[in-house]
T-cell receptor, first 114, second 114 residues
Framework: GQQLNQSPQSMFIQEGEDVSMNCTSS?????WLWYKQDPGEGPVLLIA?????ELTSNGRLTAQFGITRKDSFLNISASIPSDVGIYFC??????????????FGKGTKLSVKP | KAGVTQTPRYLIKTRGQQVTLSCSPI?????VSWYQQTPGQGLQFLFE???????NKGNFPGRFSGRQFSNSRSEMNVSTLELGDSALYLC?????????????FGSGTRLTVV
């Protein structure tokens, strides 16, 4: 089935730092979505991307839909403590199968530097 | 506008028992999907319903079943519980039958099998 390779798996941030994460796939997706999940809660949609090459911002978050429609990145500028959590990318397929219509990456866990 | 409501939030069951989880989607959303989330496996797709019809089913054993009612509310059932069924079960709803605009997730039901 389709797979999304999300990297890095985990990273430590210091307040004020910029953060980058990305997802790549061998499959083409109609939509790229970025979610954030806090402990004990469901994922919350941060940014949705609908067109190849599209660059979208949501406050300090910026995400891009790759030209080939096979990749996307998410940047967080000037990180703050509440940015800690797990970030998931997801690619949407028109015809889902046993994996469903949204294919999720394994997540990037953001933690605070000790 | 109320979000996706999942009940109960927490559940402890004994191996061999069965369990039913409930999900009320956002008003007007006719598409409901279910995911199992575990630390090792990430988000695993269970099923997807649109207007009471199961459109996709994940690779889970037949002990996992679901249904959607005419008011779009959905339930999933797990029979003969195993220790490995302990997980966070997430329900998500969407206006679009294939999730083009993304899913809105509930807070999940934390199932612990002892």
């Amino acid at each position: 089935g389709q797979q999304l390779n999300q990297s890095p798996q985990s990273m430590f941030i210091q307040e004020g730092e910029d953060v980058s994460m990305n997802c790549t796939s061998s499959s083409i997706f109609n939509t790229w979505l970025w979610y954030k999940q806090d402990p004990g809660e469901g994922p919350v949609l941060l940014i949705a991307l609908y067109k190849a090459g599209e660059l979208t911002s949501n406050g300090r978050l910026t995400a891009q839909f790759g030209i080939t429609r096979k990749d996307s990145f998410l940047n967080i500028s000037a990180s703050i403590p509440s940015d800690v959590g797990i970030y998931f990318c997801a690619g949407q397929l028109e015809r889902g199968g046993s994996q469903g219509n949204l294919i999720f990456g394994k997540g990037t866990k953001l933690s605070v530097k000790p | 506008k109320a979000g996706v409501t999942q009940t109960p939030r927490y559940l402890i069951k004994t191996r061999g028992q069965q369990v039913t989880l409930s999900c009320s989607p956002i008003s007007g959303h006719r598409s409901v999907s279910w995911y199992q989330q575990t630390p090792g496996q990430g988000l695993q797709f269970l099923f997807e319903y649109f207007s009471e019809t199961q459109r996709n089913k994940g690779n889970f054993p037949g002990r996992f079943s679901g249904r959607q009612f005419s008011n779009s509310r959905s339930e999933m059932n797990v029979s003969t519980l195993e220790l490995g069924d302990s997980a966070l079960y997430l329900c998500a709803s969407s206006t679009h039958p294939t999730g083009f605009y993304g899913y809105t997730f509930g807070s999940g039901t934390r199932l612990t099998v002892v």
